[in-house]
């Protein structure tokens, strides 16, 4: 994208090993939990690769692993091919991190924010200036140069960070809930970023709970719950094989559920609504209209959050 | 084997240059809000302490009163230099700001971040060293050699505030629970390290004890004695406690730090 520099030994070594994380029964235990309870995954080159997954499934504690900055308690992982245990200053080189919790430096301007952090990965000043100044174009800050970080609003932040992790050139991006907490234009403008460095070949793996932007940005994802990984495809492939088909909803009433029964038709329910998978979603939603005069049927195609809910539950999670 | 070991001191020494660089980019951006304190404060207690209650003293053992006390109040500027910017500075850029967050996502371990932050705060008490003795020096209150011997050792005793100053931080459960060491370890070490009256004035007992656990005795009495020309007895003592408490507890900092932070 921004970068001008030759190919480097990095991106050789990278080719030579297929997967810039490979894990495999990774664990990680604290004194009295299991954050992370033997999952197996792997990311190749230039993969958009998601964690989904409800708050505390473990995406977060995953991603600290691959960072190099949690030891794990068990299993095997390789990032680049090599281990975090031994080699964290090696990866951690290769890597760019935007966190959840903004952790931007208050104390420095937004152009400060990036040159002072290239200095961590011993990029020269020269080199520091020119990459900041084409990442700031990129993520539409230019103007906000000399602001200070406090000014900034939370989709400036989160580009801000995205920009920063991008500073040493990565290999490999990790973003934990890049877009969380932000207004829906943010939202968008960050995922166009996303998919602009997507397509420049980078390979990218987010942690994410909106299921409409797994949707969107990822390749390929796995759903996380309860420290262990219940699937893993593309989400049309979740889709297909999970849902297969469309979705007909309506309002949960006793009557329908004893309509639904008679004619033997199997539905599930949850929240303030009755849904029934079918591949015959028009035939059906005119069987129900036409039995209930006043009733609201929608017929739509499964999605990700069917998914999702199918698999994790309703519950709420603290 | 050798060269293997010089090798990653050199690759250490670069990761806390760079921590220390960060922090010392951030105090020059506020630089004059961060030097007229050092200037002022030992103003205050010279004029308080040394004029004020002074008048009443005329000398102690041989030397003036104001000149016993300035040694005192550049050492104990030191203290508080050094002990703050790494009990409350440090425990902001670690819990507040998230500061080591981010750092430890770069290449920088966690050992130079802590290293690079107790160099820092040393950096900070010697910039205060530095200012009050250009105030010494002005009204010819110290002894210009024995001052130039005092900035570098001054930086020393930096580093061992520095790193005790950074081993509460490491083990503070709430940025309110550091008043604890304030008022508990350096506002006694302020009053009590022979630093405003002669230590054999004090029971023995308490004597013995501010040899033990107050540190800046052993500053006091060595840069008194840099200062007034006047021979330091227990020199060897003085030393060997400042050596051996900065690197006991520069070790005890990262230990400590790394059991908070990597997890």
Redesign the interface.
């Known amino acids: 994208m921004v970068y001008d520099d030759p190919v480097t030994i990095n991106h050789l070594h990278q080719y030579m090993s297929q997967y810039v994380i490979e894990a495999k029964d990774l664990t990680k235990r604290?004194r009295d939990l299991t954050a992370v309870d033997s999952i197996s995954f792997s990311v190749t080159r230039g993969e958009l690769f998601g964690f989904l997954g409800p708050n505390g499934a473990g995406k977060t504690t995953t991603m600290k692993m691959v960072?190099c900055?949690?030891?794990r308690t068990g299993g095997k992982l390789r990032v680049f091919g090599d281990d975090p245990e031994t080699s964290?200053?090696?990866i951690?080189?290769r890597?760019g991190?935007v966190?959840q919790?903004?952790?931007?430096?208050?104390?420095?301007s937004v152009f400060?924010n990036l040159t002072?952090?290239a200095?961590?990965?011993?990029i020269g000043r020269d080199d520091a200036i020119k990459r900041a100044k084409n990442l700031l174009e990129f993520f539409e800050l230019e103007g906000k140069k000399d602001t200070i970080i406090e000014k900034l609003s939370g989709g400036m932040k989160r580009r801000l960070l995205l920009a920063r992790a991008l500073m040493?050139n990565p290999d490999l991006l990790i973003l934990d809930e890049p877009t969380i907490g932000l207004d829906p234009q943010a939202r968008h403008h960050i995922w166009e970023k996303l998919l602009k460095l997507r397509a420049e070949g980078h390979t990218i793996v987010l942690t994410t709970h909106y299921l409409d932007e797994a949707a969107r940005l990822c390749d390929r994802l796995v759903i996380m719950d309860h420290a262990k990984i219940l699937v893993d495809g593309s989400p049309d492939a979740l889709v297909r094989t999970f849902i297969g088909m469309d979705i007909v909803e309506t309002d949960k009433s006793d009557q329908v559920t004893r309509y639904l029964d008679s004619i033997n038709i199997s539905y599930g329910t949850g929240g303030e609504m009755i849904q029934v998978r079918t591949d015959k979603p028009r035939e059906l939603a005119d069987r129900l209209t036409e039995q209930f005069r006043e009733i609201r049927v929608i017929t739509r195609p499964g999605s990700l959050e069917d998914v999702f809910l199918m698999l994790t539950g309703r519950g709420i999670r603290e | 084997m050798k060269i293997k070991i010089n090798e990653k001191a050199g690759i250490l020494l670069?990761g806390v240059s760079?921590v220390w660089?960060?922090n010392a980019?951030?105090f020059r951006?506020n630089i004059r809000v961060n030097l007229l304190p050092p200037f002022i404060e030992p103003l205050l207690y010279l004029g308080a302490i040394g004029f004020g209650i002074g008048a009443y003293i005329t000398d102690i053992e041989g030397v003036p009163y104001i000149r016993f006390i300035a040694p005192a109040i550049l050492a104990a500027s030191v203290m508080n230099a050094s002990f703050f910017e790494c009990a409350y500075g440090t425990y902001v850029r670690m819990y507040y700001?998230?500061?080591f967050?981010?750092?430890?996502?770069?290449?920088?371990?966690i050992q130079e971040v802590i290293l690079g932050e107790i160099f820092w705060g040393a950096t900070r008490g010697l910039i205060s060293a530095l200012s009050i003795s250009i105030v010494l020096l002005l009204l010819g209150l110290a002894s210009p050699v024995g001052l130039l011997i005092a900035l570098p050792f001054s930086f020393l005793a930096g580093v061992l505030f520095s790193s005790i100053a950074a081993c509460f931080s490491a083990v503070s459960p709430s940025i309110d629970t550091m008043s604890y060491p304030a008022t508990l370890f350096v506002a006694p070490m302020f009053l009590f390290s022979g630093t405003f009256f002669p230590l054999h004035l004090l029971p023995q007992i308490v004597q013995v004890l501010a040899l033990l656990l107050l540190p800046l005795t052993h500053v006091v009495s060595l840069i008194r004695g840099l200062l007034t020309e006047t021979s330091v007895p227990l020199w060897a003592l003085n030393i060997s406690w400042i050596v051996m408490g900065t690197i006991i507890f520069s070790f005890l900092a990262i230990r400590l730090f790394e059991r908070r932070l990597?997890?």
Do not use: H
């Open positions: 604290y960072q900055v949690s030891p964290g200053r090696i951690r080189k890597i991190v966190p919790e903004t952790n931007l430096d208050p104390d420095l400060d002072v952090y200095r961590f990965f011993d040493n | 670069i760079r660089f960060r980019l951030v951006r700001q998230k500061t967050d981010a750092l430890l996502a770069t290449p920088i371990t990597v997890v």
